[in-house]
């Protein structure tokens, strides 16, 4: 019943700041975990950053910590990722994921969302 929608991805270059949004719709967003993974060409995709349930903790892999930040707007039922200092290796399609049931330690499972936006494209020129 959730559906997730991303926007604000684009080309970027290297050392340059990107922002993007995921706008949520359905019941029971605050109780939902939201997330940010990424997958690039060939590649697994791999975990970003998440927000366990309505905490406002945010959780962040080791490769995008101090660059990125997550944050949550419940009252517009959307989460957003603030990207800086990017680099080459952040160029991925992004996608937004939600889940309702999962535990705080499968934030980094992709595997265990259940909700998936279809993504927007980040590039990072060099």
């Known amino acids: 019943q959730v559906q997730l929608v991303e926007s604000g991805g684009g080309l970027v270059q290297v050392g340059g700041s990107l922002r993007v949004s995921c706008a949520a719709s359905?019941?029971?967003?605050?109780?939902?975990?939201m997330a940010w993974f990424r997958q690039a060409p060939g590649k697994e995709r791999e975990f970003v950053a998440a927000?366990?349930?309505?905490?406002?903790?945010?959780y962040y892999a080791d490769s995008v910590k101090g660059r990125f930040s997550m944050s949550r707007d419940n009252a517009k039922n959307q989460v957003d990722l603030q990207m800086n200092t990017l680099k080459p290796e952040d160029t991925a399609v992004y996608y937004c994921a939600a889940d309702a049931r999962l535990i705080l330690s499968s934030l980094r499972n992709s595997y265990d969302y259940d909700y998936w936006g279809q993504g927007t494209q980040v590039t990072v020129s060099s």
């Open positions: 927000i366990w349930r309505s905490s406002g903790i945010t």
């Open positions: 359905g019941p029971n967003f605050r109780g939902l975990t």
